[in-house]
């Protein structure tokens, strides 16, 4: 099945195999171009249509989030510089669109006792049954990992046995987001808990070289984890819908939360300490995978789980005022 129907179906088709080659992940990138193609299949446009004024049209008929439409408009102007590399166009139309001012987003953090709560509430839903056990347990170990060690949910899915080292107790973590391989070492409860899934697939043998695995060895897959992760969110009352306050955005929780919550509530106990979050942030960065510390620096802006809910009470309180 084709991905593309306009006429620009060849280029994209070409261009996401050129970033391929790169070493790029392309799964944002179909997205956008997708957006793009249905609208230029249902314009029936041709190149000489591509000026300014279409893309600005274009955006406006966008039902989306401006953080979306501007995600969509820098993926879609990496395009067009591809075009010009080709020699198809000999100007990027977009290149003097400007963004659009964006809401600001605020993650919801889970406190630390609200980590807890939630740990012990993974638990709990795990079910005893062999059908389900293994890959309820693999699911939990998942979001331990998220929740202790900051781990991004695609690494915790792309764990080998190998990549665990019980002696040292470490692991090793290969082809990040930022294509950087770490090393980094692991609480003693959780290579407890590694170690107890490992004895556990014992007693279910297969041939998977995966670290986190359902029944029969079959890779875990993210769907599953977001399943799991609703169900103990839901039994601690936390599942709370994404709210737009004015022009602020206050997520909803999602495992990836847990990796925000352990950068916050690390630099928060710094704090405590006495001692300085910025000296930190080099070490925080390297543990967590970042390639710049100014994506490890994101998390000085919502310094602790209090400080979000009295920005949202804030908020809360002057819409009702408006």
Known sequence: MKRFKSFLAEQMEDFLAYRSQLGYSNALMIYCLRVLDRYVAEKQVSWASF?????????????????????????????????????????????????????????????TEETDLFLRAAIKQIRTTQRFYLSDFSAYIALLLMARCGLRTSETLNLLKTHYRPEERTIYIEKTKFRKDRLIPIPKAIAHEINNLLKVRRLFPDDSHFLLVKVKGEKLVRMFINR???????????????????????????????????????????????????????????????????????????????????????????????
Do not use: W
Not at 88 to 103: A, D, G, M, R, S
Not at 240 to 267: D, M
């Open 228 to 322: 799991r992760f609703k169900k103990a969110l839901t039994y601690i009352n936390l599942d709370q819908p994404r709210k737009i306050i004015g022009t602020t955005n206050f997520s909803q929780p999602s495992h990836h939360s847990l990796r925000h919550s352990f950068a916050v509530n690390t630099l928060k106990r710094i704090k405590q300490q006495g001692k300085s979050c910025e000296n930190a942030l080099p070490v925080l960065a390297s543990y967590m995978g970042h390639s710049k510390y100014k994506y490890t620096i994101y998390y000085l802006k919502v310094l602790d789980a209090e400080h979000r809910r009295r920005m949202f009470d804030f908020s809360m309180r002057r819409s009702e005022d408006v």
């Open 51 to 111: 000026a300014p004024l279409f893309f600005i049209r274009f955006r406006a008929d966008l039902n989306l989030e401006r953080r979306s439409i501007n995600t969509i408009f820098r993926m879609t102007k990496i395009f067009f510089n591809y075009l010009i590399r080709k020699n198809l166009i000999l100007k990027n139309p977009l290149q003097e669109i400007t963004e659009l001012p964006e809401n600001l987003v605020i993650p919801f953090i889970f406190s």
